[in-house]
């Protein structure tokens, strides 16, 4: 709730209207339940305003205005915060969503993008050059959120996470300054943003590096799943060349048009599979995989890059439930715990996604950006999709016990899938000196906290 009585919020939203260009979306207008909508269902929290600033300028206008009105500030890329952190109450949501300029390099290989781009749209658009950045998994997923906490997808173990190919951004800080920020302008926060979420600022434009990558093969493998099947998908994924990264669904098959009806419900590794390399090459790395079992599915093949993000339902919104972890070990112990586990799970879905990593993501050193969980072999997580709010207390109890088996005393986190666990939980993602550093960065950069809607770091104190 904002401190602020309601006829000042009102001066103040309009105040914003008449500073800017973009749109300011209140209460009173048609549109403001859909603009005040998140990935995931069940929040209805309801902010004074929802803002769509065109440009840095008008963000730090936006930044200015909620520091000095004291109105609680969320920011907002794609909206598909796990821990629901871009929506307030009474608040404003500062929403990236109508900044969507791309300004492509070909020469150089370089892109920036403004952060209101989603990973499907950046793809797609670069698309046209042969060219690409790895972002994750999911086309309407944002470049804001997922860039800043790491971003780990198809092309993670050839070209490491998306921070490994930011160059540079412009961020708007919580004083409302634009600051240009690469490794020679403010290094200490360039190190920061790569990896420690929205809380230094509001990125507005990132620089990517851009790699060649036309085609690949890749796509769905469905494989029957038992603890031996999944075991094997994992030593195979583990030993395959860098170019091919996985991301292994073990879930209930779903009644999708390309699964025989007597798998429907039944226990399945419903896998993406994507080699970044020649066709042959591509072909031949993912043949092991598909000897592991007779395949229920097999849609792997050569395909156009974006063609691994498929088209999205604007108007999906799960209500679900989920831990992630980062271990260095999925034993035939943890295989068995996932087929017992998911069995005994009442969620119409759940499931367990295992993630090879290494490769490129593994060569950067642990203190070359905020992300130092860089030697973890396995990024694990688990979850429940349910229909009905009230089954949450049933669903949280088995992901959290399920997570605890799989995690073996291993607390080692990746930000971007921390749901809202608290404090504690966020400092796992960021070992040993980095909680300390990133502090120290948050002290001179927003000793307010006024950016804490996110997997928050609170500023150093004073010595
Ligand atoms: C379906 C789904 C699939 C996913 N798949 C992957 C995956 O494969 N790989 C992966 O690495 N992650 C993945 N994620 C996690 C994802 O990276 C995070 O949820 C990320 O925060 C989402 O970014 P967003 O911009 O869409 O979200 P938002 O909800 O818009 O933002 C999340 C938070 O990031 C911060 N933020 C966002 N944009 C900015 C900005 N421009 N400036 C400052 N702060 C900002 C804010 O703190 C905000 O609260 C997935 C999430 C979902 C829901």
Same mark, same amino acid.
């Given at each position: 709730?904002?401190?602020?009585?309601? /006829?000042?919020?009102?001066?103040?939203?309009?105040?914003?209207?008449?500073?800017?260009?973009?749109?300011? #979306?209140?209460?009173d207008?048609?549109?403001?339940?859909?603009?005040?909508?998140?990935?995931?269902? @069940?929040?209805?929290?309801r902010? !004074?305003?929802v803002?769509r600033?065109?440009d840095a300028?008008?963000?730090a206008?936006?930044?200015?205005?909620?520091?000095?009105a004291? $109105?609680e500030?969320a920011v907002?890329s *794609?909206?598909h915060?796990?821990?629901?952190h871009?929506?307030?109450?009474? @608040? #404003?949501v500062?929403?990236?969503?109508?900044?969507?300029?791309?300004?492509v390099?070909?020469q150089?290989r370089?892109?920036?993008?403004?952060? *209101?781009?989603?990973?499907g749209?950046?793809?797609?658009?670069? /698309?046209?050059?042969?060219?690409?950045? =790895?972002?994750?998994d999911?086309?309407?997923?944002? +470049? @804001?959120?997922?860039?800043?906490?790491g971003g +780990?997808g198809?092309?993670?173990?050839k070209?490491? &996470?998306?921070i490994?190919?930011?160059?540079?951004a412009?961020?708007?800080?919580a004083d409302?300054q634009? $600051?240009?920020?690469?490794?020679e302008? /403010?290094?200490?926060?360039?190190?920061? +943003?790569r990896?420690?979420?929205?809380?230094?600022?509001?990125?507005t434009?990132f620089k %990517?590096? $851009?790699h060649?990558?036309?085609?690949?093969?890749? =796509? &769905?493998?469905l494989l029957?799943a038992?603890?031996?099947? #999944?075991?094997a998908?994992?030593?195979?994924?583990?030993?395959?060349p860098e170019?091919?990264?996985t +991301? !292994?669904?073990?879930?209930?098959?779903?009644?999708?048009?390309f699964?025989?009806?007597?798998h /429907?419900?039944?226990?399945?590794?419903?896998?993406?599979?994507?080699?970044?390399g020649?066709?042959?090459?591509?072909?031949r790395?993912?043949?092991?995989?598909?000897?592991i079992?007779t395949? #229920?599915?097999?849609l792997?093949?050569?395909?156009?890059?974006?063609?691994?993000?498929?088209?999205?339902?604007?108007? %999906?919104?799960?209500?679900?439930?989920?831990r992630?972890m980062?271990?260095?070990?999925?034993?035939h112990?943890?295989?068995e715990a996932?087929v017992?586990?998911?069995a005994a799970?009442?969620?119409p879905?759940?499931?367990?996604?295992?993630?090879?990593l290494?490769g490129?993501? !593994?060569?950067?050193?642990?203190e070359?950006?905020?992300?130092?969980h860089?030697a973890?072999?396995?990024?694990?997580n688990?979850?429940?999709?349910?229909g009905r709010?009230e089954?949450?207390a049933?669903?949280?109890?088995?992901?959290?016990?399920f997570?605890?088996?799989?995690?073996?005393?291993?607390?080692?986190?990746?930000?971007?899938?921390?749901?809202?666990e608290?404090q504690?939980?966020?400092?796992? !993602?960021?070992? @040993?000196?980095?909680?300390?550093?990133?502090?120290a960065?948050k002290?001179?950069?927003?000793p307010?906290?006024?950016?804490h809607?996110?997997?928050n770091?609170?500023?150093?104190?004073?010595?």
């Open positions: 709730m904002s401190a602020l009585p309601s /006829h000042l919020i009102a001066t103040s939203t309009s105040e914003l209207q008449a500073a800017l260009r973009g749109r300011v #979306i209140t209460p207008d048609a549109e403001y339940d859909r603009a005040r909508t998140v990935f995931y269902a @069940g929040d209805d929290r902010p !004074a305003a803002v600033p065109t300028a008008e963000v206008r936006v930044v200015t205005l909620a520091r000095e004291g $109105l500030l907002r *794609g909206g915060s796990v821990a629901r871009s929506v307030t109450e009474g @608040g #404003i500062l929403d990236l969503g109508a900044m969507k300029a791309l300004d390099d070909p150089r370089t892109a920036w993008a403004q952060t *209101g781009l989603t990973a749209e950046y793809t797609t658009a670069t /698309h046209a050059y042969g060219l690409a950045t =790895g972002f994750g999911t086309g309407s997923v944002g +470049i @804001g959120g997922l860039t800043l906490g +780990i198809y092309l993670v173990r070209h490491g &996470l998306t490994d190919d930011l160059l540079a412009e961020v708007v800080t409302g634009v $600051l240009h920020v690469d490794a302008h /403010h290094p200490e926060l360039f190190w920061a +943003i990896g420690g979420g929205g809380n230094f600022g509001v990125a434009r %990517f590096r $851009l060649q990558l036309d085609q690949v093969v890749g =796509g &769905l493998l029957p038992t603890p031996d099947t #999944i075991a998908f994992l030593a195979e994924a583990a030993a395959a170019e091919l990264s +991301i !292994a669904n073990v879930m209930p098959a779903l009644p999708l048009p699964v025989p009806a007597e /429907h419900g039944q226990l399945v590794i419903m896998a993406t599979l994507v080699h970044a020649a066709v042959e090459a591509g072909q790395a993912v043949a092991p995989f598909r000897a079992a395949p #229920i599915a097999d792997v093949h050569p395909m156009p890059y974006p063609e691994i993000y498929p088209p999205e339902d604007e108007d %999906f919104h799960p209500t679900a439930t989920s992630t980062l271990v260095d070990a999925v034993d112990d943890a295989t996932i017992e586990h998911l799970s009442t969620a879905l759940r499931v367990a996604q295992l993630r090879v290494g490129a993501m !593994a060569r950067v050193p642990a070359a950006t905020a992300f130092a860089r973890s072999r396995f990024m694990v688990v979850a429940a999709v349910y709010p089954e949450t049933v669903h949280e109890a088995w992901v959290s016990d997570a605890a088996v799989l995690r073996n005393g291993d607390a080692r986190a990746y930000v971007n899938f921390l749901g809202d608290g504690a939980r966020v400092r796992e !993602a960021y070992p @040993g000196s980095t909680w300390a550093r990133l502090a960065v002290r001179r950069y927003d307010t906290n006024l950016f809607l996110n997997q770091i609170p500023p150093m104190s004073p010595r």
